[in-house]
Protein backbone atom coordinates (compact mmCIF):
# COMPACT_ATOMS: atom_id res chain seq x y z
CA UNK A 1 0.00 0.00 0.00
CA UNK A 2 1.35 3.23 -0.80
CA UNK A 3 1.95 5.45 1.90
CA UNK A 4 -0.69 8.27 0.50
CA UNK A 5 -3.01 5.56 1.06
CA UNK A 6 -2.12 4.29 4.43
CA UNK A 7 -2.56 8.22 5.25
CA UNK A 8 -5.92 8.34 3.92
CA UNK A 9 -7.08 5.30 5.69
CA UNK A 10 -5.77 6.48 8.95
CA UNK A 11 -7.35 9.76 8.39
CA UNK A 12 -10.87 7.93 7.90
CA UNK A 13 -10.24 5.88 10.66
CA UNK A 14 -9.31 8.15 12.98
CA UNK A 15 -10.87 11.04 12.39
CA UNK A 16 -13.53 11.10 10.62
CA UNK A 17 -15.05 7.84 13.26
CA UNK A 18 -13.80 10.14 16.03
CA UNK A 19 -16.33 12.30 14.49
CA UNK A 20 -18.87 10.09 14.27
CA UNK A 21 -18.53 8.91 16.90
CA UNK A 22 -18.99 12.19 19.14
CA UNK A 23 -21.93 12.50 16.70
CA UNK A 24 -23.59 9.52 18.14
CA UNK A 25 -23.44 10.25 21.37
CA UNK A 26 -24.25 13.20 21.34
CA UNK A 27 -27.59 12.22 19.15
CA UNK A 28 -28.05 9.45 21.85
CA UNK A 29 -28.19 11.57 24.92
CA UNK A 30 -29.94 14.48 22.86
CA UNK A 31 -32.93 14.24 25.08
CA UNK A 32 -30.70 14.81 28.31
CA UNK A 33 -28.74 17.95 26.81
CA UNK A 34 -31.68 19.24 25.75
CA UNK A 35 -32.97 19.08 29.46
CA UNK A 36 -29.74 20.27 31.23
CA UNK A 37 -27.88 22.71 29.06
CA UNK A 38 -30.26 24.05 26.60
CA UNK A 39 -33.35 24.96 28.00
CA UNK A 40 -30.98 26.03 31.69
CA UNK A 41 -28.89 28.42 28.67
CA UNK A 42 -32.33 29.61 26.85
CA UNK A 43 -33.85 30.39 30.37
CA UNK A 44 -31.12 31.92 31.60
CA UNK A 45 -31.05 33.96 27.80
CA UNK A 46 -34.58 35.66 27.96
CA UNK A 47 -33.94 36.06 31.70
CA UNK A 48 -31.08 38.41 30.91
CA UNK A 49 -33.43 39.58 27.45
CA UNK A 50 -36.98 39.99 28.65
CA UNK A 51 -36.13 43.20 30.57
CA UNK A 52 -35.37 44.78 27.70
CA UNK A 53 -37.69 43.37 25.34
CA UNK A 54 -40.75 44.92 27.54
CA UNK A 55 -39.05 48.46 27.52
CA UNK A 56 -39.98 48.32 23.87
CA UNK A 57 -42.96 46.54 23.96
CA UNK A 58 -44.11 48.71 27.04
CA UNK A 59 -47.06 50.75 25.36
CA UNK A 60 -48.51 48.03 23.89
CA UNK A 61 -48.34 45.52 26.95
CA UNK A 62 -50.09 48.53 28.71
CA UNK A 63 -52.86 48.71 26.34
CA UNK A 64 -53.05 45.20 26.03
CA UNK A 65 -53.42 44.70 30.15
CA UNK A 66 -55.76 47.87 30.10
CA UNK A 67 -58.26 45.35 28.86
CA UNK A 68 -57.58 42.78 31.27
CA UNK A 69 -58.23 45.72 34.27
CA UNK A 70 -61.60 46.82 32.16
CA UNK A 71 -63.03 42.82 32.64
CA UNK A 72 -62.08 43.38 36.53
CA UNK A 73 -64.17 46.44 36.84
CA UNK A 74 -66.52 44.75 34.70
CA UNK A 75 -67.53 40.80 36.81
CA UNK A 76 -66.50 43.08 39.72
CA UNK A 77 -64.04 40.33 41.34
CA UNK A 78 -60.36 39.23 41.88
CA UNK A 79 -59.25 37.45 39.06
CA UNK A 80 -57.55 33.72 38.59
CA UNK A 81 -55.35 34.88 35.36
CA UNK A 82 -53.28 31.75 33.47
CA UNK A 83 -50.04 32.86 32.22
CA UNK A 84 -49.06 29.98 29.06
CA UNK A 85 -45.53 29.79 28.14
CA UNK A 86 -44.73 32.25 31.46
CA UNK A 87 -41.05 31.86 30.64
CA UNK A 88 -39.40 34.42 33.71
CA UNK A 89 -43.72 35.74 34.14
CA UNK A 90 -42.40 39.26 32.63
CA UNK A 91 -45.67 40.52 32.26
CA UNK A 92 -46.53 40.46 36.11
CA UNK A 93 -46.10 44.11 36.19
CA UNK A 94 -49.19 44.49 34.48
CA UNK A 95 -51.53 42.25 36.17
CA UNK A 96 -54.54 44.07 37.90
CA UNK A 97 -53.86 43.57 42.21
CA UNK A 98 -55.30 40.65 44.10
CA UNK A 99 -54.22 38.32 40.99
CA UNK A 100 -54.30 34.67 41.73
CA UNK A 101 -52.01 33.65 38.76
CA UNK A 102 -50.80 30.09 37.16
CA UNK A 103 -47.46 30.45 35.30
CA UNK A 104 -47.26 27.10 32.68
CA UNK A 105 -44.32 26.12 30.81
CA UNK A 106 -42.62 23.13 29.87
CA UNK A 107 -39.05 24.07 30.82
CA UNK A 108 -38.97 23.96 34.52
CA UNK A 109 -35.65 25.77 34.54
CA UNK A 110 -37.80 28.90 34.53
CA UNK A 111 -39.00 28.68 37.81
CA UNK A 112 -36.05 30.21 39.44
CA UNK A 113 -36.77 33.67 37.53
CA UNK A 114 -40.51 33.23 38.16
CA UNK A 115 -39.80 32.79 41.99
CA UNK A 116 -37.42 35.45 41.90
CA UNK A 117 -39.59 37.50 40.01
CA UNK A 118 -43.01 37.05 42.13
CA UNK A 119 -41.01 38.11 45.04
CA UNK A 120 -41.15 41.94 43.70
CA UNK A 121 -44.50 42.21 42.79
CA UNK A 122 -47.47 43.37 45.03
CA UNK A 123 -50.03 42.25 42.56
CA UNK A 124 -49.99 38.58 42.52
CA UNK A 125 -51.62 37.24 45.88
CA UNK A 126 -51.14 33.30 45.21
CA UNK A 127 -49.46 32.20 42.56
CA UNK A 128 -48.20 28.38 41.35
CA UNK A 129 -45.45 27.22 38.77
CA UNK A 130 -46.93 24.21 36.59
CA UNK A 131 -44.87 22.51 34.34
CA UNK A 132 -46.86 21.67 30.83
CA UNK A 133 -47.03 22.25 27.08
CA UNK A 134 -50.30 24.65 25.96
CA UNK A 135 -51.57 21.82 23.65
CA UNK A 136 -52.62 19.60 26.96
CA UNK A 137 -52.59 21.52 29.85
CA UNK A 138 -52.84 19.41 33.11
CA UNK A 139 -55.41 22.03 34.23
CA UNK A 140 -58.88 21.41 35.13
CA UNK A 141 -61.45 23.05 32.33
CA UNK A 142 -63.11 26.08 33.31
CA UNK A 143 -60.38 27.08 35.81
CA UNK A 144 -59.34 30.91 34.73
CA UNK A 145 -61.03 34.45 34.44
CA UNK A 146 -58.08 35.44 31.89
CA UNK A 147 -55.79 33.37 30.00
CA UNK A 148 -52.29 35.88 28.91
CA UNK A 149 -49.45 34.40 26.19
CA UNK A 150 -47.01 37.14 24.87
CA UNK A 151 -44.30 35.60 22.04
CA UNK A 152 -45.57 31.85 22.92
CA UNK A 153 -47.63 30.98 20.18
CA UNK A 154 -44.59 31.00 17.57
CA UNK A 155 -43.27 28.45 19.85
CA UNK A 156 -45.56 25.87 20.60
CA UNK A 157 -45.50 22.68 17.95
CA UNK A 158 -49.53 22.92 17.39
CA UNK A 159 -51.18 26.19 17.51
CA UNK A 160 -54.72 24.91 16.97
CA UNK A 161 -54.60 22.66 19.58
CA UNK A 162 -53.17 25.36 21.95
CA UNK A 163 -55.88 27.22 21.45
CA UNK A 164 -58.46 24.52 22.11
CA UNK A 165 -56.66 24.23 25.31
CA UNK A 166 -56.89 27.63 26.05
CA UNK A 167 -60.77 27.74 25.41
CA UNK A 168 -61.29 25.34 27.74
CA UNK A 169 -59.66 26.18 30.42
CA UNK A 170 -61.07 29.53 30.23
CA UNK A 171 -64.34 30.36 32.22
CA UNK A 172 -67.52 30.48 30.27
CA UNK A 173 -67.23 35.04 29.33
CA UNK A 174 -63.55 34.64 30.25
CA UNK A 175 -61.25 36.31 28.01
CA UNK A 176 -57.83 35.48 26.42
CA UNK A 177 -55.34 38.06 25.44
CA UNK A 178 -52.31 37.61 23.37
CA UNK A 179 -49.01 39.45 22.37
CA UNK A 180 -47.07 37.61 19.64
CA UNK A 181 -45.16 38.61 16.34
CA UNK A 182 -46.26 36.69 13.18
CA UNK A 183 -45.59 36.49 9.50
CA UNK A 184 -44.72 40.03 7.30
CA UNK A 185 -46.33 40.13 4.40
CA UNK A 186 -45.72 38.33 1.42
CA UNK A 187 -42.69 38.91 -0.88
CA UNK A 188 -41.68 41.82 1.60
CA UNK A 189 -38.13 42.14 2.32
CA UNK A 190 -39.13 41.21 5.78
CA UNK A 191 -40.90 38.03 5.03
CA UNK A 192 -37.67 36.96 2.62
CA UNK A 193 -35.43 37.59 5.71
CA UNK A 194 -38.14 35.59 8.35
CA UNK A 195 -37.82 32.61 5.04
CA UNK A 196 -33.73 32.63 5.35
CA UNK A 197 -33.76 32.93 9.39
CA UNK A 198 -36.40 30.66 9.98
CA UNK A 199 -34.54 27.08 10.50
CA UNK A 200 -31.38 29.37 12.89
CA UNK A 201 -34.11 30.77 14.41
CA UNK A 202 -35.77 27.46 15.25
CA UNK A 203 -33.04 26.29 16.99
CA UNK A 204 -31.27 29.26 18.60
CA UNK A 205 -35.18 30.48 19.83
CA UNK A 206 -36.40 26.88 21.34
CA UNK A 207 -38.64 26.15 18.33
CA UNK A 208 -40.08 29.74 18.08
CA UNK A 209 -41.15 30.00 14.04
CA UNK A 210 -40.70 33.89 12.64
CA UNK A 211 -43.09 33.26 9.27
CA UNK A 212 -45.75 31.89 11.61
CA UNK A 213 -49.40 33.05 10.42
CA UNK A 214 -50.68 33.44 14.21
CA UNK A 215 -53.97 35.37 13.21
CA UNK A 216 -55.35 32.59 10.64
CA UNK A 217 -55.25 30.08 13.78
CA UNK A 218 -56.92 32.65 16.11
CA UNK A 219 -59.78 33.19 13.31
CA UNK A 220 -60.41 29.61 12.96
CA UNK A 221 -60.53 28.91 16.99
CA UNK A 222 -64.14 30.52 16.75
CA UNK A 223 -63.14 32.31 19.80
CA UNK A 224 -66.14 35.66 20.58
CA UNK A 225 -65.23 38.95 19.83
CA UNK A 226 -61.59 38.94 18.14
CA UNK A 227 -59.84 41.83 18.21
CA UNK A 228 -56.58 41.89 16.33
CA UNK A 229 -54.23 44.93 15.74
CA UNK A 230 -51.05 44.63 13.80
CA UNK A 231 -48.07 46.83 14.87
CA UNK A 232 -44.16 46.58 14.14
CA UNK A 233 -42.73 46.32 17.43
CA UNK A 234 -39.58 48.22 17.93
CA UNK A 235 -37.74 46.90 20.50
CA UNK A 236 -37.89 43.02 18.59
CA UNK A 237 -35.41 42.31 16.02
CA UNK A 238 -36.33 43.26 12.22
CA UNK A 239 -37.09 39.78 11.00
CA UNK A 240 -39.64 40.01 14.09
CA UNK A 241 -41.36 43.23 14.16
CA UNK A 242 -44.75 42.10 12.82
CA UNK A 243 -46.99 41.57 15.59
CA UNK A 244 -50.48 41.59 16.53
CA UNK A 245 -52.42 42.61 20.36
CA UNK A 246 -55.13 40.18 19.86
CA UNK A 247 -58.22 39.81 22.75
CA UNK A 248 -60.80 37.57 22.62
CA UNK A 249 -63.38 36.22 24.97
CA UNK A 250 -65.31 32.65 25.33
C1 LIG B 1 -39.92 33.62 23.77
S1 LIG B 1 -40.37 32.86 25.26
C2 LIG B 1 -41.57 34.03 25.90
C3 LIG B 1 -41.66 33.99 27.39
C4 LIG B 1 -42.61 35.01 28.02
N1 LIG B 1 -43.98 34.71 27.69
C5 LIG B 1 -42.25 36.43 27.64
O1 LIG B 1 -43.07 37.13 27.05
O2 LIG B 1 -41.13 36.84 27.96
C6 LIG B 1 -41.38 31.50 24.73
C7 LIG B 1 -41.90 30.70 25.88
O3 LIG B 1 -42.81 29.72 25.39
C8 LIG B 1 -42.55 28.51 26.08
N2 LIG B 1 -43.06 27.38 25.26
C9 LIG B 1 -42.46 26.78 24.22
N3 LIG B 1 -43.23 25.77 23.76
C10 LIG B 1 -44.35 25.76 24.52
C11 LIG B 1 -45.52 24.95 24.55
N4 LIG B 1 -45.72 23.97 23.66
N5 LIG B 1 -46.44 25.22 25.49
C12 LIG B 1 -46.28 26.23 26.38
N6 LIG B 1 -45.20 27.02 26.40
C13 LIG B 1 -44.24 26.80 25.48
C14 LIG B 1 -41.05 28.51 26.28
O4 LIG B 1 -40.63 27.60 27.28
C15 LIG B 1 -40.81 29.96 26.65
O5 LIG B 1 -41.00 30.19 28.01
Same mark, same amino acid.
Given at each position: MAVEDAQVQSFLFYKVGTAIGISGVIWYFRGTIMHHIY??? %??? %????ITDRMNRGLWR +? +??RLFEVVKDYKEKVNKDLSILEVGAGTATNLKFFPSNTR $???LDPNPHFAGYIENNLKTTDTVVQAEIVQGFAEKMPLEDNKFDVVVCTLVLCSVTD???SLQEIKR? $? +?PGGIFLCLEHVAAEKNTWTWTFQCIANPFHY?? !?? !?CLTKRDTELYLKDAT %? +??LQV?? %?MSKSLPFWLKPCILATASV
Open positions: HRM %FAW %FMNR +K +KE $LTCVSKV $L +KYI !GD !G %F +KEER %F
